[in-house]
Structures are given as structure tokens and as C-alpha cells.
């Protein structure tokens, strides 16, 4: 089944204490990107990456890595957490960045309390 | 970051009822879609759109890319129970720094009542 998957679902965890938010695609699409989710603001693009070894800032990067070594996974870190990051992450792929083929498929979701 | 502005930002319609909302900015895009997103689920795509002008349809929903390319607008006709959730629009803006970003509105709440 072509999906995008994320790791873990919910997380509780403390303050400065570095973690990791996995996701990984299966349709071997080229653009994968980092979303956060608000009351009220919508979805906010964190990070995105054009293809393999290459990635750049959204609009809320501040806080966050990422990286892209594999063109399947796309890894949301975050080196130092603050409560302000405690939102609901989604991860989305699409096969490409523009055009008629850039429709961007959503992860389930991951829930993040930072206390 | 710029986001779209989306409105209404919260519907309460009786079943049966057409919908309509839309989506607008200072700024041009080439692509406009349309999301929707049950509770505890991510965002799922309803409707693309490529063209300036464009009309599309899925089903009872119907979306157009507004002409001067800074808006676009959803209806759903009809509606039905299941049709509850957060309706987000998004769009890629052209060129320049923005190559590969795509931005949301901030969602209509649509709750339909049987």
C-alpha cells in the first residue's frame, strides 16, 4: 500500500531533551516536507527537501533539523525541545515539487508535548 | 511566512445545504489544492488545480483558480454527514525563493448537522 509513515505517533518528553521524528514513503517520491500543525494557524512548512541531499527552510524552521540521506526517509530532529514545539507534526511526499505531479501526500500524524 | 487567508473559518450547515468557501492572497500562485482532514488523520487531497481560470470537479465538490491567480474557492454541494472536517487550502507560489514551498490556509471547520 503506497503511504507515508511516522514515528512515533504521540511523544510526551521534557525540555532539551533531543529527539527524533522519523518518516519514511514508499512511492519513491522526489519532495518529502516537515509540517506543524496549530490551533487556528493551519499548516506551517518547517523544512522540505527537492530530492536526496538536498533540503531547505519553510517557514517555521527555527529549532528543527533535518536531514535527507535516503530518498525514502526524511528525519524531523529536534536538538534542544521547547514547549513552544509542542504541536502536531505531519509529515507529506509528493513525486515531485511543481507542476501536474506535485500533489503532496499527508502522514498520519505525530502528536509532540514538550513540557 | 505569508499564509493564505481562508474564510470562513468555521461553517454550521443542515444536511443537505451547498457549501461554499475560499481561499486569497497578496501574492500569485501556480497551483492551488484543496485539503480535507478528519479528526485524527493528516490532510487529504480533494481537488488540484494547475490553471488560471479553471474549473474542476470530484463528486459534489467543485473547485476554481481564480483568474488573477490570488484566489480560489470551494463548494460542495448537497451536503452529507460525512462531510464534517477541516477544509484547508494551499498553494504553491511562483518562482524565485518561494520554488518549493507550499503554503496553507489557516482551515474551515465544517460541521454538518443531520
Known amino acids: 500500500e503506497a503511504q507515508v509513515t511516522q514515528n512515533p505517533r504521540y511523544l510526551i518528553t521534557v525540555t532539551g531533551k533531543k529527539l527524533t521524528v522519523t518518516c519514511s514513503q514508499n512511492?519513491?517520491?522526489?519532495?518529502m516536507s516537515w509540517y506543524r500543525q496549530d490551533p487556528g494557524l493551519g499548516l506551517r512548512q518547517i523544512y522540505y527537501s527537492m530530492n536526496v541531499e538536498v533540503t531547505d527552510k519553510g517557514d517555521v524552521p527555527e529549532g528543527y533539523k533535518v536531514s535527507r540521506k535516503e530518498k525514502r526517509n526524511f528525519p524531523l530532529i529536534l536538538e534542544s525541545p521547547s514547549p513552544n514545539q509542542t504541536s502536531l507534526y505531519f509529515c507529506?511526499?509528493?513525486?515531485?515539487?511543481?507542476?501536474?505531479?506535485?500533489?503532496?501526500?499527508f502522514g498520519p500524524g505525530t502528536r509532540l508535548t514538550v513540557l | 511566512g505569508q499564509q493564505l487567508n481562508q474564510s470562513p473559518q468555521s461553517m454550521f450547515i443542515q444536511e443537505g445545504e451547498d457549501v461554499s468557501m475560499n481561499c486569497t492572497s497578496s501574492?500569485?500562485?501556480?497551483?492551488w489544492l484543496w485539503y480535507k482532514q478528519d479528526p485524527g488523520e493528516g490532510p487529504v487531497l480533494l481537488i488540484a488545480?494547475?490553471?488560471?481560470?479553471e474549473l474542476t470537479s470530484n463528486g459534489r465538490l467543485t473547485a476554481q483558480f481564480g483568474i488573477t491567480r490570488k484566489d480560489s474557492f470551494l463548494n460542495i454541494s448537497a451536503s452529507i454527514p460525512s462531510d464534517v472536517g477541516i477544509y484547508f487550502c494551499?498553494?504553491?507560489?511562483?518562482?524565485?525563493?518561494?520554488?518549493?514551498?507550499?503554503?496553507f490556509g489557516q482551515g474551515t471547520i465544517l460541521t454538518v448537522h443531520p
Open positions: 494551499a498553494g504553491h507560489r511562483a518562482g524565485g525563493t518561494s520554488y518549493g514551498k507550499l503554503t
Open positions: 488545480l494547475y490553471k488560471a481560470g
Open positions: 501574492s500569485i500562485f501556480n497551483t
Open positions: 512511492m519513491n517520491h522526489e519532495y
Open positions: 507529506a511526499s509528493s513525486l515531485t515539487a511543481l507542476g501536474s505531479r506535485n500533489e503532496q501526500f
